[in-house]
């Protein structure tokens, strides 16, 4: 049987560089989430709807994922448990875009990407919940400190025009706890579940219900001609969605989720300084003070990691 090092296999005990490389993990798939708005600009600008960038990341991220899974098993083989990866991909991709979307039509993207940006604290809260993972004050610190410096970046300035719309707010707020449950998800499945398979099925069966939804608005075909659009969706498939969640959902077998969700808090800081170097965008007092909280945050959680005990399950 063909082995993918660090995705097909169920154990870490012959790994050890997962371990010593854990806060890395999510610290990159946190990077590379943060490219997504650079990326996506160019497509946006040129007319194509949100929506069928969604999809079509998704399809082709799920395509790649199949094959790599056919080549892992040397056969195409469905879970033997579909349930939680079904519910893993409407709770944590497809709810969640809907109503990140929603929200960003109802409130503006400044607001809606600072209400959704407290995913971290409710990753932490089902963390605790669902597993069990200790909540120390160094965690804790740390929590409050990522989620109000990604709340100081993503303030600039709100469109008052659009009004605080109630279900606007809702929506923003509630894609953070459905992309907060999709991490939750992710971590129960990894009990019983291959990295490589957490990483695929949630996509592959979130595709359906997605490209169903994108049918009835009219924005199921492609609209992407030119071969750089192409390349900026295949960008976002393959780089910003299946190697950003393997990494994730790497870190999440090394660590506690509420952990990785911090560590993953680096996306808006990179977004805004790439944002600051390629298009000239001024930060500002606020957005350096959110800087330099996440910063601080994810020091402050891996320098916990560090001094605490490793656990073969979790890790504080």
């Known amino acids: ?46 007319g194509i709807h949100p929506v069928q960038i ?87 610190t740390a929590v409050m400190l990522t989620v109000a410096g990604a709340i100081l970046v993503s303030l600039t300035a709100f469109d008052v025009s659009l009004g605080m719309s109630l279900a606007g707010i809702g929506m923003a707020l509630l894609s953070g706890w459905t992309f907060a449950a999709g991490g939750a998800l992710a971590k129960y499945e990894l009990q019983t579940a291959s990295r490589l398979e957490v990483i695929v099925w949630p996509m592959t069966l979130a595709v359906i219900p997605l490209a169903l939804y994108a049918g009835l608005v009219g924005q199921l075909a492609p609209t992407f ?13 393959v780089v910003t969605t299946f190697a950003a969640h393997g990494l994730y959902t790497v870190g999440l077998k090394t660590m506690a989720s509420g952990t990785a969700a911090i560590l993953a808090t680096v996306e808006p800081l990179v977004a805004v300084i790439l944002a600051s170097l390629l298009f000239g965008e001024t930060l500002l007092a606020n957005q350096w003070l959110g800087l330099t909280f996440i910063v601080l945050g994810v020091v402050t959680v891996n320098a916990r990691r560090r001094a605490a005990k490793p656990s073969p399950t979790l890790s504080a």
């Open 1 to 46: 049987m063909n082995q993918l090092p660090g995705l097909g296999d169920r154990s870490d005990s012959q790994r050890p560089w997962t371990e010593i490389f854990g806060p890395g993990f999510p610290l990159l798939a946190g990077a590379l989430w943060g490219t997504i708005g650079i990326v996506s600009k160019g497509l946006l600008d040129a």
């Open 54 to 140: 969604v999809v079509w990341r998704l399809v082709i991220a799920s395509l790649l994922g199949q094959v790599l899974l056919i080549g892992y098993h040397r056969r195409f083989r469905l879970p033997s448990l579909p349930l939680p990866f079904l519910v893993h991909g409407l709770l944590g991709t497809v709810l969640t875009q809907l109503l990140y979307l929603g929200g960003v039509r109802a409130i503006g993207v400044a607001l809606a990407v600072t209400l959704h940006f407290t995913w971290p604290a409710f990753a932490v809260f089902l963390g605790r919940v669902a597993f069990g993972e200790p909540l120390h004050r160094l965690k804790l």
């Open 225 to 237: 001609a030119s071969g750089a659009q192409t390349a900026q969706i295949f960008y976002l498939a």
